[in-house]
DNA sequence: TTGACGTGGTATTGAAGTGGTATTAATTTT
DNA sequence: AAAATTAATACCACTTCAATACCACGTCAA
């Protein structure tokens, strides 16, 4: 066996079913780079032999990966790397950023900073100690003049030296703070206006709003920002252009 | 046990019942988040034994939960957070394979299969001829018994040989048809439900949804589906990961 | 061309763990 | 005293996980 294998050994006694197990494993793996692109993994018979599993667990864990498209298999012939063909991620932009570029102008509205402690919901959106402080920035978002979204983000109090020194784009502040969002999770649900959100962005209450829910992620992958942005339905629009 | 359970403890020598005392408390951790959405939660027999109770007062606790639609029993495997819907926004799926993905079984009820000619959006959308026919394919989308979405496809005449044979997805029989949809572009946008939609959907008159209209290109490029779907917001929930 | 061998694909099985339900006993309420 | 509530026990039915055995397709050397 692979010497280098040992690290793909899993754990009897776990809680997570082994094909889990491996399936993870196998996946960092893949990414680490252990296969070249297009190379044939090892056989379905050699993991099970090498890992003392039987072939259902080892082909249970590599549709998983298949499901996750990152391997091909060929019946009779073998399991491969799926060559990556491209970045299927979006681009990360700010709000202002995207305005501009559609050619409109970007403004925004302070409507509160306050420096607090976090609920629980963002204790565990972005990872906290119950102790630690957050700002919350809540803006209202405006192009050519009209109000497109309400925005309010929440934020470790140790990623913002002096929240009053935001400009119109919270990323390019983050970005000169040394705590740039490099990655994030985004959340887009249907919400009826509440009273609340429909005074701020002028619309009648009950209306239809997109919130869009952002967790944005540093390099060391520690979640520094919570964003729910409520877009008026009749501005904005979610394009996104996939790929099979 | 897993020691966080300690908070879940009961009083005995309190006035209200234990049930109610343990379904106070689970919905507490719940909205707290102690498990994500879709995470499986202790099983009733873990819960008996971790706090001294009998299974039919911890069955009971939960059938409150049920009730309040906090959570969702699986006969056989487990008692789980009841999950949203979560729809990738990167990748090109079809609602089938989205659900099956998930562990859902997913059904189509179909409300119309009409040939017609196209309006003038859609003739603009998809690039037709003005002369040219189209099918209209209004399907209701169930999973695991519930309306999650009403669905409105439009395609060219020419790519359905035969809609009766359309099964659950769209997407496999456009391939086995020689027309895949290989890329699309996708809009999402919040609506209010509109009294047929809320009819069809069973969700009050106004409530939000998201409206997802996806315009599907085959490999040369040629516009070949254009799909309007009006998603139930409690049960929908689109993904995008985010990249710099 | 052919057949042996190695590859992925599939059907069947059983043990263990899960929720579902009927029955019963004790307690509280009426 | 009767009825409803609360809680315990025992047994049933369904899923999941993992194992075995066998099937079908590709490759390659004889």
Redesign the interface.
Known sequence: MDSRWTALLLDETANTPLYLQLARKLAEAINAGWWQADEALPSERSLCEALAISRVTARKALDILL?Q?LITRRHGSGTFITPKLE??????KGFSEVLKAKGFKPESQWLSRDRGIPS??EI??LGLSPNAEVYRLKRKRLADGVVMAIEISTLPASCLPDPQQIGGSLYAYLDSAGH?????????????ATPDLAALAGIPV?????RVT?IGFDAANNAIELTDTY?R?DY?????????
Chains 1, 2 share one sequence.
């Open positions: 499901d498209g970045q299927p991620l979006s681009h990360l629980t919901e565990i959106k740039s969002v490099v990655r994030a999770l985004q959340h887009v649900r249907a919400i009826n009950g209306e239809a709003m997109l952002r877009c339905n904005y629009d979610f394009v996104a252009e996939l790929k099979r």
